[in-house]
Protein backbone atom coordinates (compact mmCIF):
# COMPACT_ATOMS: atom_id res chain seq x y z
CA UNK A 1 0.00 0.00 0.00
CA UNK A 2 1.09 3.29 -0.89
CA UNK A 3 1.20 6.33 1.31
CA UNK A 4 2.41 9.27 1.27
CA UNK A 5 2.41 11.80 4.74
CA UNK A 6 2.89 15.40 5.31
CA UNK A 7 4.16 17.36 8.12
CA UNK A 8 5.56 20.71 9.28
CA UNK A 9 2.71 23.02 8.60
CA UNK A 10 1.95 25.48 11.24
CA UNK A 11 1.00 29.23 11.53
CA UNK A 12 4.17 31.44 11.06
CA UNK A 13 4.76 35.50 10.74
CA UNK A 14 5.07 36.96 7.35
CA UNK A 15 8.86 36.31 6.43
CA UNK A 16 9.30 33.31 8.28
CA UNK A 17 10.73 29.48 7.00
CA UNK A 18 9.19 26.66 7.31
CA UNK A 19 10.53 22.91 6.04
CA UNK A 20 7.59 21.02 5.16
CA UNK A 21 7.90 16.93 4.94
CA UNK A 22 6.61 13.94 2.93
CA UNK A 23 7.58 10.62 4.13
CA UNK A 24 6.67 8.17 1.82
CA UNK A 25 6.18 4.12 2.09
CA UNK A 26 5.22 1.60 -0.71
CA UNK A 27 6.74 3.44 -3.84
CA UNK A 28 10.41 4.69 -4.14
CA UNK A 29 10.52 8.33 -4.33
CA UNK A 30 13.97 7.94 -6.94
CA UNK A 31 11.53 6.53 -9.58
CA UNK A 32 8.74 9.09 -9.42
CA UNK A 33 7.98 12.61 -10.19
CA UNK A 34 7.33 13.74 -7.13
CA UNK A 35 5.76 16.89 -6.43
CA UNK A 36 4.49 19.86 -4.05
CA UNK A 37 1.23 21.49 -4.63
CA UNK A 38 -0.72 23.64 -2.24
CA UNK A 39 -5.01 24.68 -2.09
CA UNK A 40 -5.42 28.28 -1.04
CA UNK A 41 -8.61 28.43 0.78
CA UNK A 42 -11.30 29.00 -2.09
CA UNK A 43 -8.87 27.88 -5.02
CA UNK A 44 -7.69 25.45 -7.37
CA UNK A 45 -4.92 23.22 -6.36
CA UNK A 46 -1.66 24.22 -8.14
CA UNK A 47 1.83 22.45 -8.74
CA UNK A 48 4.38 24.67 -6.66
CA UNK A 49 7.62 22.20 -6.97
CA UNK A 50 8.91 19.25 -8.56
CA UNK A 51 11.89 16.34 -8.75
CA UNK A 52 11.97 13.94 -11.53
CA UNK A 53 13.07 10.25 -11.33
CA UNK A 54 16.68 9.46 -11.23
CA UNK A 55 17.68 12.82 -11.49
CA UNK A 56 18.79 15.95 -9.57
CA UNK A 57 16.73 18.52 -11.61
CA UNK A 58 14.06 20.67 -10.21
CA UNK A 59 10.82 22.34 -11.47
CA UNK A 60 8.84 25.57 -10.04
CA UNK A 61 6.16 27.50 -10.60
CA UNK A 62 6.96 30.92 -10.99
CA UNK A 63 5.68 32.58 -8.05
CA UNK A 64 7.97 30.98 -5.61
CA UNK A 65 11.08 30.78 -7.20
CA UNK A 66 13.60 31.71 -5.38
CA UNK A 67 11.96 31.60 -2.04
CA UNK A 68 10.89 27.47 -2.82
CA UNK A 69 13.34 24.84 -2.69
CA UNK A 70 12.50 20.98 -3.15
CA UNK A 71 14.47 18.17 -2.32
CA UNK A 72 14.89 14.22 -1.78
CA UNK A 73 16.42 12.08 0.25
CA UNK A 74 16.13 8.50 -1.41
CA UNK A 75 17.94 7.22 2.27
CA UNK A 76 14.75 8.15 4.14
CA UNK A 77 12.72 7.98 1.21
CA UNK A 78 11.11 11.36 1.68
CA UNK A 79 11.00 14.81 -0.42
CA UNK A 80 11.16 17.97 1.47
CA UNK A 81 10.00 21.32 0.70
CA UNK A 82 11.86 24.19 2.46
CA UNK A 83 10.27 27.69 2.24
CA UNK A 84 11.75 31.09 2.87
CA UNK A 85 10.55 34.58 2.97
CA UNK A 86 7.07 33.47 3.37
CA UNK A 87 3.73 35.75 2.69
CA UNK A 88 -0.14 35.69 3.54
CA UNK A 89 -0.71 34.74 -0.26
CA UNK A 90 1.32 31.43 0.88
CA UNK A 91 -1.25 30.37 3.33
CA UNK A 92 -2.57 26.93 1.60
CA UNK A 93 -3.12 23.12 2.41
CA UNK A 94 0.59 21.70 1.07
CA UNK A 95 -0.04 18.27 -0.83
CA UNK A 96 2.71 15.97 -1.80
CA UNK A 97 2.22 13.61 -4.91
CA UNK A 98 4.14 11.20 -6.93
CA UNK A 99 3.35 10.28 -10.91
CA UNK A 100 5.00 7.51 -12.29
CA UNK A 101 5.89 6.36 -15.91
CA UNK A 102 5.46 7.16 -18.93
CA UNK A 103 4.13 10.73 -17.53
CA UNK A 104 7.09 11.04 -15.63
CA UNK A 105 9.38 10.64 -18.63
CA UNK A 106 7.29 14.25 -20.38
CA UNK A 107 7.70 17.40 -18.31
CA UNK A 108 4.74 18.02 -20.38
CA UNK A 109 2.72 16.84 -17.82
CA UNK A 110 4.65 18.46 -14.75
CA UNK A 111 1.99 19.59 -12.25
CA UNK A 112 -1.01 17.94 -14.39
CA UNK A 113 -3.27 17.19 -11.24
CA UNK A 114 -4.96 13.96 -12.56
CA UNK A 115 -1.80 12.21 -13.92
CA UNK A 116 -0.83 12.17 -10.35
CA UNK A 117 -1.17 8.26 -8.82
CA UNK A 118 -0.80 8.98 -5.40
CA UNK A 119 -1.37 12.02 -2.81
CA UNK A 120 -0.83 12.70 0.38
CA UNK A 121 -3.54 14.42 2.90
CA UNK A 122 -1.86 17.52 2.98
CA UNK A 123 -0.13 19.55 5.64
CA UNK A 124 -2.08 23.43 6.32
CA UNK A 125 0.12 26.52 6.01
CA UNK A 126 -1.12 29.93 7.22
CA UNK A 127 1.12 32.97 6.91
CA UNK A 128 -0.12 36.43 9.04
CA UNK A 129 1.23 39.45 8.31
Known amino acids: QVQLVESGGGSVQAGGTLRLSCTVS????????MAWFRRPPGEDREGVATTYAGSDRTRYTESVKGRFTVSRDNTKNAIYLDIHGLRPEDSAKYYC??????????????????????WGQGTQVTVSS
Open 26 to 33: GINVDRYC
Open 97 to 118: AAMGAPYCLDTYYDFRIEKYSH
